[in-house]
């Protein structure tokens, strides 16, 4: 029976591995600026991890192939060097390979969050809701009127509790179930949850941040390629939470101002 | 007429009175029309884009019906009732029928009286959750997956309450739970019509969701028809 | 240590009555086989829950028979609604977590043999192990209620995070009464593993036997002892962050909930608090609670393989040191289940190293079993197929670590199914087959009777290459972004995975279906297996000294004296290739080390 497992354990590791070497599950397109950084460490990270899955159980299966049913009397035998060779060789090999991805992987990670948004950059607020996303802009006045929270109506399509009739702000803010942005443009997301915890994930645009209630947060990002793109919700935020999305419309420069134009005539 | 004739159409008017419903057949009627004065909110597009198995149902985007604006200032969806003057009925037997077609409600306003069986069924390929929030009657939250039987509940106290779908922000209705039968909610047209009361003093209420309820007194004495008109005051947003 | 009088001062008299023998038993012994029993009722529960889940997940409008009876509300018509989805989730986890993988392989095992294996008579507490039990038995009963309630079990997952789960019933079905009893029901866990771990702690510490220098335990004990400093810290923590839940909830406190929230069209009441503390309090405990679930298998592997291998570990030394900084380091990466959560990026880099380095450890492990297979005499049967089984689970769950300790991949992988792939593997796989492992060996001691050895093997293949079908597949689904936690999926993105989800719900039965043939060995050979020797597999720890079953005071009133470690294996020794424990003969080395 140590035989059948040596060989089950082989034909698991060659299972597992031929998905992902035959590339059956690709990654999204990333329609990104800052994607690639993620993409090359994710294929980096899938060779160290690949191959030391299958090297491990490689490793296994040979062992267990050679070790058992063994002849009477056959003798006990070391591994030559002993506990310091698996010290070292976790240490040396696995350790500085993985604080490398480690380094590595920063600048992925810089990109995202410690680069602040261009100057020119489209601001859009975003608010995550039970079970809906909706995207305010700001409207010809450039400025977003105030939330009140205690002026929401849904059932009115007054998703943030504007308040149009006492504030000049609110009266042009545009809000739309759609994320609709310029390609190419930078777009600076300002995140608020109406009511518990929710989370941004667009898996083209390689973001995902969770909507914090009591926190103002924001991301930013630069779609490249025009076309509809789901939004989906990645945080457990009740019985909804399967069906929660919105779609990213990511347009020309001038279909973006059509559409605003139109949006502020309703 | 011979004792024998006596005696049967005696015990024939026993019985008709015995079996008569509370209250004679015939009566007086109170009718009119609801308008607003001022500019109303214009009604925005519904934006159906998260929930793609609905909005592809409309070539162009639903408007709201929180004000039902009609020709001549009418306004629609106004439920019309007798809020005092008039006793307590039972229940009908049969059921009032909420819809959810097209992530919306059907009707926007349903009224229905107290006791009554309201039945909730889901045409949609999607799954809604009713969650109606009333404040006295007892708050329930259920999710109705697309093809399950319809859902049953009722209310035993009467009251005016919202509904609304989680699952689908915009989906908003109201429940008019009400203790008798003298009831009617406006179209388009504005006007309405409560036929069938009995003499008395009345008290009809007119209740809107947006711009609230009003009332007034009206004294109905045999067969005749009297007019109550209600002006509501319109908001701009 | 001087044990002797420290001993005598533990020893309870012997127990009389059927409560005192078999209910509310001070016995170790028993109390670990409560433990064990209460942990077999969780995972078939949560293995059904988790059917129930994948069944509809790949058939949405399937009527399932039967559930319309348990559930009114959560299947009408016998179709789980997206709550009830939720519901069975959370309470899966719950089960699963607390319930088996803190149940089985620590406090059960842990309860039966740490005492055996460092020569004591009982643990150092015995009325508080007994309370230890009883308690979380309570606990458990509180959790299944949420099951028999109007509104139904919690729907905000094991992890409860606030404000869904701190605002009351206005966040959705199941998050009044279900939540609320969730809360009471951990803090009540807490109480008992806290009890436990303590008890653990002074047992090891005081009462071992003459000659078990600290160093000289078996590698299970040193597993359940760092587990136990593990616990200690951890459930320090949830407890008190469940009762500021419950305090939320019904004292109209606000730990947890922020101002401005409206929910269900109303304005909360309270002002003031941070979800994000939620997230540390659980992490800082949660974190740490999934080594409290591997290290005890991992020690119970250990000493199984060696037993099977007929060969000591490379160094038993090193392998106590790396579990000692698995234990250490498991405190200062909690932040990695929180890199996208809004906490400081800064954060998230510091929390993304100790999370790379506690590979190092976890690999010296790893390659040391591996080292040591080689040149041994590696004998097959259920128990160290299980054992290897453990190995190859534990890297195949191990390695996709790497991606997600790293935070600009967490930001792509997060929420996935590669996250669901990665804790299923190494934490419920891996972990329960050292549970598995463990049954297989110990039976024998545990009830004097040997489990069948053929259905034994059954079970491990069907449970081996089921396991691989079931969560292998989530990886793959993880890398193209499918999101977790969904009742099912209804955008055309997922269309053409669905064939993929239907085939891990396929192999999830199968595999379910598999553990009912262990669970029918445990009962059949319970009544009418072989009855086993004291010694089955020519093993040298000091359990094995002891007669099958152990008398209830163990050693029969003698203070064992130990001589060596524990591992004498390929020694020419009286009873063959190896020497026991509380042998004073000296071992000759068989082969030249």
């Known amino acids: 029976m140590g035989k059948l497992l040596a060989i089950v354990l082989v034909a698991i590791a060659v299972l597992s591995a031929y998905p992902i070497v035959t590339h059956m599950f690709v990654l999204p397109e990333d329609i990104s600026t800052h994607g690639y950084a993620i993409d090359s460490q994710i294929h980096d990270t899938m060779l160290e991890a690949g191959l030391s899955f299958v090297g491990a159980q490689i490793v296994l299966a040979a062992f267990v192939w050679s070790f058992t049913n063994r002849k009477e009397g056959s003798p006990l035998r070391s591994f030559p060097g002993g506990a310091k060779v698996a010290v070292m060789a976790a240490f040396v090999l696995v350790g500085t390979e993985v604080l490398a991805l480690g380094v590595m992987g920063q600048k992925a990670w810089a990109e995202v969050y410690f680069t602040a ?50 504030e000049v702000e609110a009266r042009d803010d545009i809000v739309s179930g759609e994320l609709v942005v310029p390609v190419n443009r930078e777009v600076q997301l300002l995140m608020h949850a109406k009511d518990v915890g929710h989370s941004f994930y667009i898996r083209e645009l390689r973001i995902q941040q969770d909507f914090v209630p009591g926190l103002d947060l924001s991301l930013h990002f630069t779609a490249t390629k025009i076309g509809k793109y789901e939004i989906v919700c990645t945080q457990l935020c009740g019985l909804g939470h399967y069906n929660m999305k919105a779609y990213m419309n990511v347009m020309s420069e001038e279909d973006y101002e059509k559409w605003l134009t139109e949006q502020a005539g309703q | 007429m011979g004792r024998k004739q006596f005696v049967v159409a005696g015990l024939a008017m026993l019985v008709l009175a015995a079996t008569s419903k509370a209250g004679p057949p015939a009566g007086g009627t109170v009718s009119g029309k609801v308008t607003y004065e001022g500019t109303p909110a214009k009604m925005k597009p519904i934006d159906m884009s998260k929930e793609p198995s609905c909005a592809k149902m409309y070539p162009t985007p639903p408007v709201a019906e929180t004000v039902v604006a009609g020709s001549g200032n009418s306004l629609g969806n106004v439920v019309v009732y007798i809020s005092a003057g008039a006793p307590d009925e039972a229940a009908p037997s049969t059921a009032a029928v909420f819809n959810q077609k097209g992530c919306r409600y059907i009707p926007h306003v349903l009224v229905f009286q107290v006791n009554q069986e309201l039945k909730i069924q889901n045409e949609d390929q999607t799954s809604h959750n009713i969650h109606p929030l009333p404040k006295i009657n007892r708050e329930w939250n259920k999710s109705q997956p697309p ?91 | 240590m001087q044990e002797g009088s420290v001993q005598e001062a533990h020893v309870h008299a012997p127990p009389e009555g059927f409560v005192r023998k078999y209910i509310f038993s001070l016995d170790h012994k028993v109390i670990g086989k409560q433990y064990f029993a209460l942990a077999l009722v969780a995972v078939f529960t949560g293995m059904i829950l988790s059917w129930l889940m994948r069944i509809h997940m790949v058939w949405p409008n399937a009527k399932i028979p039967l559930l319309e009876m348990f559930s009114k509300n959560g299947a009408p018509g016998g179709v789980v609604t ?87 019933r206005d966040a959705g079905p199941g998050m009044q009464w279900g939540a609320s009893l969730w809360g009471i029901s951990i803090a009540i866990f807490c109480i008992a593993s806290l009890l436990g771990a303590l008890n653990f702690i002074a047992t090891t510490l005081d009462l ?82 999934v080594y409290i679930a591997i290290l005890p298998s991992m020690g119970i592997v250990s000493h199984i393989l060696i037993n099977s ?113 990665h804790f299923h593997l190494v934490m419920g796989v891996a972990s329960l087959f050292g549970v598995f492992a463990g049954t297989y060996f110990w039976f024998p001691k545990m009830t004097g009777r040997m489990m069948s050895e053929s259905l034994g093997k059954l079970h491990f293949w069907i449970t081996f290459v089921g396991a691989y079908g079931i969560f292998m597949p989530f990886h793959y689904l993880g890398l193209i972004g499918n999101v977790r936690r969904y009742q099912s999926f209804v955008d055309d ?3 053409p995975y669905i064939g993929w989800h239907k085939f891990v719900t396929i192999a999830a039965l199968i595999t379910g279906v598999g553990q009912f043939i262990f669970l029918f060995n445990l009962i059949y050979s319970r009544f009418k297996g072989k009855v086993a ?12 000294t002891v007669p099958s079953p152990p008398p209830w005071n163990n050693f029969g009133g003698r203070h064992p004296i130990v001589y060596h470690d524990p591992y004498q294996y390929g020694v020419k020794g009286s009873k063959g290739d190896f020497v026991m424990q509380n042998s004073p003969e000296q071992a000759v080395p068989a082969s030249g080390d």
């Open chain 1, 117 to 166: 948004p261009k100057p020119n950059a489209i601001q859009i607020q975003a608010q995550a809701e039970q079970f809906a996303y909706y995207f305010r802009y700001a409207g010809p006045d450039t400025k977003f009127g105030a939330i009140h929270p205690d002026k929401i109506d849904e059932g009115n399509q007054n998703y943030f509790g504007l308040d149009p009739a006492n």
């Open chain 3, 533 to 544: 020797p004291e010694n089955p597999w020519s093993a040298t720890s000091l359990e094995w």
């Open chain 3, 208 to 289: 071992r036997a003459r000659g078990m220098t600290l160093m000289r335990m078996p590698l299970c004990t040193w597993a359940w002892f760092i587990t136990s400093c593990i616990a200690l810290l951890a459930f320090a923590v949830l407890f008190p962050a469940c009762i500021l839940l419950i305090l939320d909830r019904h004292a109209g406190t606000s730990f947890f909930i922020p101002s401005g929230l409206v929910i269900s069209d109303r304005l909360q009441p309270h002002s003031g608090g941070s979800p994000l503390l939620w997230q540390h309090l659980f992490w800082f405990f949660g974190h740490p609670e």
């Open chain 3, 82 to 168: 997206p709550e009830y989805y939720l519901s069975l989730l959370t309470m899966h986890g719950t089960l699963m977590v607390f319930f088996v993988l803190t149940n089985a392989p620590f406090a059960a095992f842990g309860n039966y043999f740490l005492p055996i294996q460092i020569g004591a008579e009982d643990m150092a507490f015995p009325r508080f192990n007994m309370m230890s039990f009883w308690t979380t038995f309570a606990a458990w009963v509180v959790l299944m209620l949420t099951f028999f309630i109007p509104d139904g079990p919690p729907i905000a997952g094991w992890t409860e995070y606030a404000p869904l789960s701190a605002v009351g």
């Open chain 2, 147 to 237: 093809g399950t039987p319809p859902i049953s509940e009722k209310y035993d106290k009467a009251e005016i309450f919202p509904v609304k779908c989680n699952v689908h922000p915009w989906m908003h209705g109201n429940f008019a739970v009400l203790k008798n039968s003298h009831f009617a909610i406006t179209g388009d047209s504005g006007a309405f019509t409560l036929p069938n009361l009995p003499p008395g003093k009345y008290t009809v209420t007119a209740w809107h969701e947006s711009y609230g309820d009003q009332s007034q007194e009206v004294t109905i004495s045999g067969r005749e028809a009297k007019t109550v008109n209600f002006v509501f005051k319109a908001k701009p947003y």
């Open chain 3, 493 to 495: 993105f997922m269309t």
């Open chain 3, 309 to 421: 291998m007929r060969k000591p570990l490379l160094s038993a030394k090193v392998v106590i040191y790396s579990m000692m900084s698995i234990g250490f380091l498991s405190y200062m990466v909690w932040g990695h289940h929180m890199f996208v959560s809004g906490m400081n990026p800064m954060s998230s880099l510091a929390f993304s190293f100790p999370t790379l380095t506690i590979t190092i450890p976890a690999t010296v492990l790893t390659l040391i079993w591996l080292g040591s297979l080689y040149g041994s005499n590696l004998q097959i049967n259920s128990a160290s197929l299980f054992a290897l089984g453990f190995i190859s689970m534990f890297v195949a769950g191990g390695v996709s670590g790497f991606f997600l300790a790293q935070p600009s991949i967490d930001i792509y992988l997060h929420a996935t199914y590669f996250v669901v792939g």
